[in-house]
């Protein structure tokens, strides 16, 4: 069989009005926006209950780190409309379901280790009656030390995995020598994840004693294989299947396989069908959280704020065991620098362990966290050196000649200093900071802030061997295009993007594709959807499998017409053959009765990506992702509450798969990045429990904590030097840290008490209390110089009178 000519990876090789409607390279509507708007949309609640459902619930320690003494369940048991109660001891197969370490009992065996901990699992007749059986349980524990910060952890060193170091050059060396040297510390807190959605499913048993799950979530392989491992079952006899999520940002990439777990040993105990659905205070409770760390650093840098050498320190607040804690401080790490060339330097990564909630993936992964140093340490150089924070952020972008990261990986594609230069220009900058300055120089009171932030974000999976995807693509023989592919829809568009890349192989309208959903038993061993990989790697696989397709379609048009493969293309819903020019409908119709295959599988794999984790130095990422946002704020000093102002955001997409999409994810993630960096505070009592365990005491943000003036623009004209779907770039995790400009905005209202001499850390979330305390801080600051300013003239003015004449 001859082999197509390489495909055409603009978006729209036609390039003229009448191509097809929609394809790639085109604002199209999300596939079920209308759905979403009427309320059709179905989620794992609103799916018909089959005859017979049992509710589940499970039973919650309520101790952070005791030994179970003993567990009287009878009265459990008892109570009106329970089925069945189990225990650790029923699980016929595994009874660890951690993801990647071993760490995470489906039920606790003997020990608890967080507040809210499942015990032991409830079937009943209800929801309400599951719920208030399971707190009828007695249970006597002995209580054990302990810990619930990362402080607390690093005192203990309690770890729930190795250290790890990255090192480049000899970074002590480059410190000692350099005319400046600066240390400073952070607390970065933690984040909710939130989604509209609670975890959720519902698990049925088949044939042989199997179960189909359906499930919330973003790794519908893991599911899959944790159900099967605790059922002792081969992986073949259990389907997991994902339609969509009412959002996930990374809380359903691990932490939706045990409540599947819990409801398949249910269904499996009781032959019956068994829906899991948490409340929302279960949920929080129960359910991981994005790691808060605490981070140093020590960095050396010249008269002109450019960086010499750096060793920064990451501390992840893990919770009790591993979960994706190894890979989500790795990436801490790597994001260390952010933008910057840090010349020599030492990033070391501690995986805290605490007795509260195994913490997990959150949009960005730890990139976010370990970015966050560094920014600090900008404005920290801009206020030693007396300069503004901008300038200095533009001398340390990666540049030819500095383009090699601390883990050896060279940046090829350099955008960022074009990038950053359209943004000051657009957004107005260096006028409106002059207006700032003097405007905080007249008002004693309110103080306005303004930053301007770069975004460098690796994209690929850390873990190699999740870089990789599969898909189906099916031809009917009236014209109309079934895909299925591994990668699970949370709201994010992934659907419409891929049924968009169909499009734009076969050239026809977009309406004749229909993407189904993400099941294990068409598409096997998924990758999770994360690490904002889904369109990279799923759209690949679905052009992989449009490719072959079309070479067999191309073989069928040169023997039927007298042609060239060559000379065979897809262009407006037809299939042009040198002269002729056939409907696609028809020639599908066409090519079947010839008996030419009308489906294949697509599969894809990451090229160039390595790490070696024995040297800290490699290659982990495919290519950046790059963007700035420039944030302007208003704070009250005598209160500490803010407001955002404006908000310009400037942002590499590379060449957009759906522009509209696109920008929706920018301007959600912005959004949720400064709620992260203002207003979400997750607060623990000493004894380990959640304090914020609700919407009442955890505050997302509202309409009104949106920038007033907020605009949003790609940028143009940067396609993607990797050969990536159509040249786009990843689009899902890097603009969350765009909000870091927020913060950045508001630590320079606050420096402005000062005139800018002076530099107050503020931990995250930079809630109105936390901004009061820098400002009172800096105040002092200002006080206590004042006074020496003051003592230090009295003490020339003496001199002076007292030297001879």
């Not at 920064?312 to 190894?326: E, F, T």
């Not at 900071?433 to 802030?449: M, Q, S, T």
């Not at 189906?472 to 968009?500: C, F, P, R, W």
Request: proline content about 5%; some cysteine; overall charge negative.
């Amino acid at each position: 069989m001859r082999k197509l000519p390489e495909i055409d990876r603009t978006p729209n090789p036609a390039g003229h009005a009448n191509s097809a409607r929609g394809v790639a390279g085109n604002s199209a509507m999300h596939d079920s926006a209308w759905k979403h708007v009427r309320g059709e949309a179905r989620y794992i609640d609103d799916m018909p209950e089959p005859e017979g459902v049992l509710h589940a619930a499970v039973g919650h320690s309520t101790h952070a780190h005791a030994k179970i003494k003993s567990m009287d369940l009878s009265a459990v048991r008892a109570f009106p409309g329970v089925v069945a109660v189990l225990t650790v001891d029923d699980v016929p197969g595994h009874i660890d379901i951690g993801p990647v370490f071993p760490g995470d009992p489906v039920l606790a065996n003997g020990l608890v280790e967080h507040v809210g901990q499942p015990l032991f699992a409830v079937a009943a007749t209800s929801l309400r009656a599951a719920r208030q059986a399971a707190r009828q349980a007695k249970v006597e524990y002995e209580p054990l030390d302990h810990a619930v910060t990362v402080h607390d952890a690093l005192e203990k060193q309690l770890f729930v995995r190795p250290d790890h170091t990255q090192q480049r050059g000899d970074f002590e060396k480059a410190l000692n020598e350099s005319p400046h040297r600066l240390q400073g510390a952070i607390n970065v807190g933690g984040q909710e994840h939130f989604y509209l959605e609670s975890q959720a499913c519902l698990v049925e048993p088949s044939e042989d004693a199997g179960v189909h799950v359906h499930t919330s979530s973003q790794h519908p392989s893991e599911v899959q294989t944790l159900v099967a491992e605790v059922l002792g079952l081969p992986i073949h006899e259990v389907t997991a299947e994902v339609r969509r999520m009412g959002g996930g940002f990374g809380g359903k990439e691990t932490q939706a396989a045990p409540l599947a777990c819990v409801a398949a040993l249910l269904a499996r105990h009781t032959g019956r069908a068994v829906k899991y659905r948490l409340a929302r205070y279960d949920d929080m409770v129960q359910t991981g959280k994005r790691h808060d760390f605490y981070n140093t650093y020590d960095i050396g840098f010249d008269d002109d704020g450019v960086l010499q050498g750096a060793d920064i320190m990451v501390a992840g607040r893990c919770g009790y065991s591993p979960d994706l804690s190894d890979a989500i401080v790795d990436r801490a790490m790597f994001h260390s620098d952010n933008a910057y060339s840090l010349g020599p330097a030492r990033v070391t990564g501690h995986r805290c362990k605490t007795h509260t909630v195994s913490n997990t993936a959150f949009r960005g992964f730890g990139g976010p966290q370990g970015m966050m140093t560094i920014e600090m340490a900008m404005d920290d150089i801009a206020r030693h050196l007396g300069q503004d924070p901008l300038d200095i952020r533009k001398r340390n972008l990666y540049r030819p000649g500095r383009d090699t990261t601390h883990y050896g990986q060279v940046v090829e594609q350099h955008v960022l200093a074009e990038l950053m230069e359209k943004l000051e220009i657009s957004a107005d900058y260096r006028k409106r900071r002059e207006e700032i300055v003097a405007f905080n120089r007249d008002n004693p009171v309110l103080k306005r802030g303004i930053a301007l932030t770069p975004v460098k974000f690796g994209v690929s999976f850390t873990v190699q061997h999740l870089n990789q995807a599969g898909a189906l693509v099916h031809i009917y023989t009236d014209g109309s295009i079934l895909v299925n592919h591994g990668g699970t829809e949370m709201g994010q568009g992934l659907y419409i993007k891929v049924a968009q890349v169909v499009a734009a192989a076969f050239q026809v309208d977009l309406e004749r594709i229909k993407v189904t959903a993400t099941r294990t038993d068409k598409v096997p061993n998924t990758s999770p959807t994360a690490a904002s990989s889904g369109s990279d790697l799923n759209g690949m696989a679905a052009l992989d499998a449009c490719e072959k397709i079309k070479a067999n379609l191309a073989d069928y048009a040169a023997q039927k017409f007298g042609v060239d493969a060559s000379e065979v293309r897809f262009a407006n819903n037809q299939v042009i053959a040198g002269e002729h020019a056939v409907d696609w409908a028809e020639f599908v119709q066409g090519a079947y009765t010839a008996r030419i295959p009308l489906f294949s599988s697509g599969y894809y794999q990451t090229p160039k990506i390595h790490y070696d984790r024995n040297t800290g130095q490699g290659r982990p990422f495919y290519y950046y992702a790059n963007g700035a946002a420039c944030s302007e704020v208003i704070v009250d000093t005598l209160t500490g509450e803010y407001r955002i102002l404006r908000s310009d955001i400037l942002h590499d997409v590379g060449q957009s798969l759906n522009p509209a999409i696109d920008i929706g994810q920018i301007e959600g993630a912005f959004i949720q990045g400064a709620g992260w960096l203002t207003t979400e505070e997750l607060v623990y009592a000493d004894d380990g429990r959640l304090l914020s365990n609700g919407p009442a005491t955890y505050k997302i943000p509202a309409v009104s904590d949106a920038p007033l003036d907020f605009r949003v623009s790609l940028l143009e004209n940067s396609p993607n030097k990797e050969a990536t779907v159509f040249r786009s770039k990843a689009v899902g995790e890097p603009p969350f840290m765009l909000g870091m400009s927020v913060w950045s905005a508001l630590r320079d209202a606050v420096a402005s008490v000062a005139d800018y001499r002076h530099s107050t850390p503020l931990d995250t979330p930079a809630t109105p209390e936390r901004v009061l305390g820098a400002v009172t801080r800096t105040q002092e600051w200002l006080e206590q110089q004042r006074a020496k300013d003051t003592a230090q003239k009295g003490e020339k003015e003496g001199n002076r009178k007292g030297a001879p004449a």
